[in-house]
């Protein structure tokens, strides 16, 4: 909470909104408000927050040259108002869904509409406990939508919330599609046309009956001022999404409380099996998980690796990764890095996010990604109310959602007493082989001040090896406290620095390869 508070405050320093807090030059902000940089950053921020929640059958993108007509409908198809309150701007001129498929497909294809219905229905929200019949104003304007729909190659339905159902004082009886937006959806993918669902909301909906019947489904969220060109440019295939779910998406309100993370079998029924036989009393799983979102391409992921795999508690862990477009379209994902403490003293999250990453890919192409870990990511608050890293495994996982590990592997956290790193100086002629950026950390009993560290070189090659000996004093920041060549193997060496009070020491080949297979810490 106090980094949030401090970036909001930072912000507002370096404006001088504590120096001026009331905006005297109304000519400069009438410059400043719509100016065209600002709004092509707005536009970009629109089309990178949309999520594609579902794509059957590649429904989306929509081939303009094979369109004549098209159908639009939904209270939100033409709607302004998401654009225009919750602390944004209000002299500003919105593009509605409806007008940006109409620019994108001028000369090209006609578009039909009707609203279909309105946001909410006259009895709401009462209607949503009760199922009032529809009135003959409701269905005629319902029969209409079915009509265009009908005449329309496809069907585009605006659908979701806005000032009426979703703000910070109004919370709801129901996630189900308020008013009559169900009945208008159902009649129009009655049709037998390809439909898709664009919805505008403020919170997550529990569209059961569109995620099993409805081809192509898109999340906009409330898409801003230039929502509309934003939403056009995703639907024909100008823009590839790339968005994901900061928030889990419930089947139903009786689910709730339904986090991301949750604690292990949280979500845990005792039946399995649904019917009449069955032994199943509720539906349960998320609708759509934490971090989902599709994309018109794919992408593999490949090559995981955590360096060092063993470490201390105040170590920082580097973890790497390549993500190909194995798809034929440009695209981005969003690679997502979860973690979880396999045993600890109490009960833990069973995935934590740890680190995201949004990388744009040409089809083809390959790109590493890199993640950092360090102590604060692997620490639980214990019973002593304190924040520690225990020693333990904890499970590094690599994916495109919550639910979607692609990749994953083991990070062990051994304390200062029963480290595994110093084996190689046991009698069993254990060794470790590094070659250039390799490097292997050991830990230092109680912190102590040092001098020297000895090293029993093995298995030279030809070329020259250097190293690096770097020492940690705590964070896990190692700095470089010797540089040397190795000049003979199979006995100690000794290097000898000025004294330093150090927690790790970490020897790093820079050049060629080598084996250690003893190390020894010592001081005057």
């Known amino acids: 909470i106090n980094d ?84 944004g701007p209000l002299a500003v001129e919105v593009t509605s869904v409806l007008k940006g498929i109409q620019e994108k497909m001028k000369d090209k294809a ?51 919330g806005g000032q009426r159902t979703c703000g910070e004082n109004k919370s709801r009886s129901s996630l189900d599609l308020p008013g009559r937006q169900l009945d208008l959806l159902k009649a129009v993918v009655a049709t037998g046309k390809p439909v898709v669902l664009v919805l505008i909301n403020g919170r997550p909906l529990s569209i059961n009956w569109a995620d099993k019947f409805v081809p192509a489904i898109l999340e ?13 440019d995703i639907l024909f295939g100008d823009y590839n999404p790339g968005g994901k779910l900061t928030v889990t998406f419930p089947k139903t309100v009786g689910q709730i409380p339904f986090n991301f993370p949750s604690k292990p079998a949280s979500q845990v029924d005792g039946g399995r099996v649904s019917g009449l036989k069955g032994n199943m009393s509720r539906v349960n799983g998320a609708l759509y998980p934490f971090g989902y979102g599709l994309s018109y391409t794919s992408f593999k992921y490949s090559d995981l690796v955590i360096s060092p795999s063993v470490i201390t508690p105040k170590q920082d862990v580097a973890v ?24 600890g003293s109490v009960t833990t999250y069973e995935k934590n996010l740890r680190g995201f990453e949004r990388v744009n890919l040409q089809p083809g192409e390959t790109k590493e990604v890199m993640f950092t870990i360090t102590p ?82 093995t298995n030279l090659q030809k ?33 000898k620095f000025n004294k330093t009070t150090v927690s790790d020491i970490r020897i790093l080949i820079t050049s060629g390869k080598a084996s250690i297979a003893e190390v020894k810490v010592d001081k005057e």
């Not at 269905?139 to 729909?149: L, N, R």
């Open 4 to 87: 949030r508070v401090r970036d909001i405050l930072r912000v507002k320093f370096l404006v001088g909104l504590f120096d001026t807090p009331y905006q005297t030059d109304l000519k400069g902000a009438d410059e400043e408000v719509e100016k065209k940089e600002n709004e092509e950053v707005a536009l970009q921020a629109s089309r990178e927050s949309i999520v594609l929640l579902k794509n059957e059958k590649n429904v989306l993108p929509l081939d303009p040259s094979k369109i004549r007509k098209i159908a639009v409908c939904g209270p939100n198809a033409d709607g302004h108002s998401y654009a225009l309150t919750h602390y």
């Open 110 to 160: 006609d578009v039909l509409y009707t609203k279909g219905c309105d946001l909410v229905d006259a009895n709401w929200p009462e209607s949503e406990l009760i199922d009032y019949p529809l009135t003959d104003e409701e269905q005629k304007e319902i029969d209409k939508a079915v009509s265009q729909a009908k005449q329309a190659d496809v069907a585009i339905v605006v659908l979701g």
């Open 220 to 232: 906009a969220w409330y898409p801003g001022s230039k929502g509309g060109i934003a939403v056009a």
């Open 320 to 343: 790497r990764l390549n993500v190909t477009n194995t798809g034929d379209r440009e695209g981005d994902e969003v690679v997502q890095m979860y973690i979880r403490d396999i045993i």
């Open 376 to 457: 604060e990511d692997l620490s639980l608050y214990n019973e002593e109310e304190k924040w520690v890293v225990e020693p333990g495994d904890f499970r590094i996982m690599i994916g495109s959602s919550s639910a979607d590990i692609r990749l994953s592997d083991t990070l062990t956290v051994v304390s200062y007493q029963d480290s595994r790193v110093p084996d190689i100086n046991k009698k069993n002629g254990t060794k470790w082989t590094g070659g250039k950026g390799d490097y292997l950390t050991l830990p230092v009993k109680d912190a102590d001040t040092i001098d020297r560290v000895s090293i029993r070189w």
């Open 463 to 495: 070329e020259p090896t250097h190293f690096d000996i770097q020492a940690s004093s705590g964070g896990g920041q190692f700095l470089t406290i010797f540089s040397g060549k190795i000049t003979d193997e199979g006995r100690m060496q000794s290097y």
